[in-house]
C-alpha cells in the first residue's frame, strides 16, 4: 500500500473514531465521497477498534505493514531549524521529544523539541500537533512548560521548541523526598492551579498523568504535553472546526474520566477526574482502580461500574502493579507510611474523613456531581489544610444503593427473582 492512500486511511480513521457512532455513517458518506475500497478499511479499522482494542489494528486489518517511522534514535545530532538534537526523551503517537541545544550560535539554550515522526505527518496528525502548538502559545503561566519557538524541518515536517523541564513525576518526586500529606497536599494545589489557567483559557488537558506532570529539583511544578488537548470553544479562540478535527479519542485509561472511555461530550470535569486519580494516587500510593487488561469492554466496566475503594481503607492493601515497562512493584501498608512519614494506622486515620470525602468527590461516575472547577477543588483542600469545613459531602447509604441498582439492574432483577422463587 502506497504512503498516501495509508495517510488517507489513518486520517479518517482518526477523523470518524473522534465522532459519536451515530454520526460515523454521514460523516465517512462525504468523507470517502464514493471511494467504496477506502470506506471499506476505514469502516474494518474501526469495527477492530471497538472489538479488540488492539494496537496493531491497522496491520491486523491491511495485511500490510504501513510505513515505517525512521529510527527516531538516527536522527540525535543532526540540525532541526537552529538547534541539534542531543538525544531522546520521549515517543509518542504523533512525535518524538528530543533535547535539543541551541546550534546557530545567537546563544546557548537548551529546549525539548517535538517533532513529527517521519512517514507519519498526515493531514491529519499535522492538523493535530499545529493545535498542541497554538494551544502552548496561548498558556503562559509559571506552571506550565512554556512554548519557545517552531517552524518545519526541511522535508515539511512541523516541530516547536518548548521549555526543557529537568525534572521527575510528581509521585516520583514526592516519595523520593519522602513528603508527608499536607506537602503533597500543598504540591497538587500548584497542579490544580495550572489546569485552571488552562481551563479559563478553554483548554481541557485530558491527559493529566504523573508523566505530565514533573517537579524540579527546587519544587516547581510543571504541566506538560498538550498533545491531545481539547479546544472548548474553537471559535472564541479564533480557530476553525477545520483546526479542531485532529482531535482523537485517545487516553490513558488508568486516568481517563467515565465519559473519556464512553466516548461522550468532554468538559472541565473530565480534568477534574483526573486530578482525583492523581490525588487518590499521591497519598496512597495506590490507584482507584486496577485495569486487567486493554480490551475495551473491559476498560469501561472497570472505569464505569466499579466503586473505588475508599482511600483510608486502601492503605492496608497489598497490591501489585504492573509497570509500562513490563515489571512488576509490589506496594505493602510499611512502604506507604514510611514514604509519608507515618505509620499506616495513622495515615489511615490522616485520609479518612475530609480527604477521602474530597477525593471521592472527583471521582465520581457523573460529571455533574464533581467539583465544578479545579480552582474548587484545590478550595477544598486549602480549607482541610487550615482546618475549616470543606464544601463536599461524602455520600449517603440510600444515594450509593440507588446508584448501584441502576448500574446492575439486570443482575438486581435476577437476584429478586430467586429470592420470590
Not at 500543598?186 to 478553554?202: D, G, I, K, P, T
Not at 491527559?207 to 472564541?236: C, E, M, Q, R, W
Not at 473519556?260 to 470535569?269: D, K, L, N, S
Amino acid at each position: 500500500m502506497s504512503t498516501p492512500r495509508w495517510n488517507q486511511i489513518e486520517t479518517l480513521f482518526w477523523a470518524a473514531l473522534d465522532r459519536d457512532a451515530a454520526e460515523r455513517a454521514a460523516f465517512l458518506d462525504e468523507a470517502c465521497a464514493g471511494d467504496a475500497a477506502l470506506r471499506r478499511e476505514v469502516e474494518g479499522m474501526l469495527a477492530a477498534h471497538e472489538t479488540s482494542h488492539g494496537l496493531q489494528i491497522e496491520q491486523h486489518l491491511l495485511g500490510d505493514d504501513p510505513p515505517r517511522p525512521a529510527d527516531d534514535e538516527a536522527m540525535i545530532g543532526t540540525r532541526v531549524g537552529p538547534y541539534r538534537l542531543v538525544q531522546m526523551l520521549g515517543r509518542g503517537g504523533m512525535g518524538t521529544v528530543y533535547l535539543a541545544e541551541r546550534a546557530d550560535g545567537a546563544f546557548e539554550q537548551q529546549v525539548a523539541l517535538k517533532l513529527i515522526r517521519a512517514g507519519w505527518h498526515s493531514a491529519e496528525i499535522v492538523q493535530r500537533f499545529r493545535l498542541e502548538r497554538q494551544i502552548l502559545a496561548r498558556l503562559d503561566h509559571p506552571n506550565i512548560a512554556r512554548l519557545l519557538d517552531g517552524g518545519m524541518t526541511e522535508d515539511g515536517r512541523p516541530y516547536f521548541a518548548l521549555e526543557y523541564v529537568a525534572g521527575e513525576p510528581i509521585t516520583d518526586f514526592c516519595d523520593r523526598h519522602r513528603l508527608p500529606v499536607d506537602e503533597r497536599l500543598r504540591l497538587f494545589q500548584r497542579v490544580c492551579r495550572a489546569v485552571q489557567f488552562a481551563h479559563r483559557n478553554l483548554v481541557v488537558h485530558r491527559d493529566l498523568k504523573p508523566s505530565n506532570i514533573l517537579v524540579t529539583g527546587d519544587g516547581v511544578v510543571k504541566l506538560l504535553d498538550f498533545g491531545i488537548a481539547k479546544l472548548l470553544d474553537p471559535d472564541a479562540a479564533g480557530m476553525t472546526v477545520a483546526q479542531t478535527r485532529a482531535d482523537v479519542r485517545v487516553m490513558t485509561p488508568e486516568y481517563a474520566a467515565p465519559e473519556q472511555v464512553r466516548g461522550e461530550a468532554i468538559t472541565t470535569a473530565t480534568d477534574v477526574y483526573a486530578l482525583g486519580v492523581l490525588l487518590y494516587e499521591l497519598l496512597t500510593g495506590h490507584r482507584p482502580y486496577q485495569i486487567p487488561s486493554r480490551v475495551r469492554a473491559e476498560i469501561e466496566r472497570v472505569i464505569c461500574e466499579e466503586e473505588p475503594t475508599r482511600p483510608s481503607t486502601v492503605i492496608a492493601a497489598v497490591t501489585q502493579i504492573h509497570r509500562d515497562d513490563g515489571t512488576t512493584e509490589t506496594i505493602t501498608p510499611d512502604r506507604i507510611g514510611a514514604a509519608r512519614k507515618l505509620p499506616p494506622t495513622r495515615l489511615r486515620r490522616r485520609l479518612r474523613g475530609d480527604l477521602d470525602t474530597i477525593i471521592l468527590t472527583a471521582l465520581r461516575k457523573e460529571p455533574e456531581r464533581r467539583y465544578t472547577s479545579a480552582e474548587q477543588l484545590a478550595d477544598d483542600l486549602r480549607r482541610h489544610l487550615e482546618g475549616r469545613p470543606i464544601t463536599a459531602r461524602a455520600d449517603t447509604l440510600g444515594y450509593r444503593m440507588r446508584t448501584f441498582v441502576r448500574r446492575h439492574r439486570w443482575g438486581v432483577a435476577a437476584a429478586a427473582v430467586l429470592v420470590l422463587l
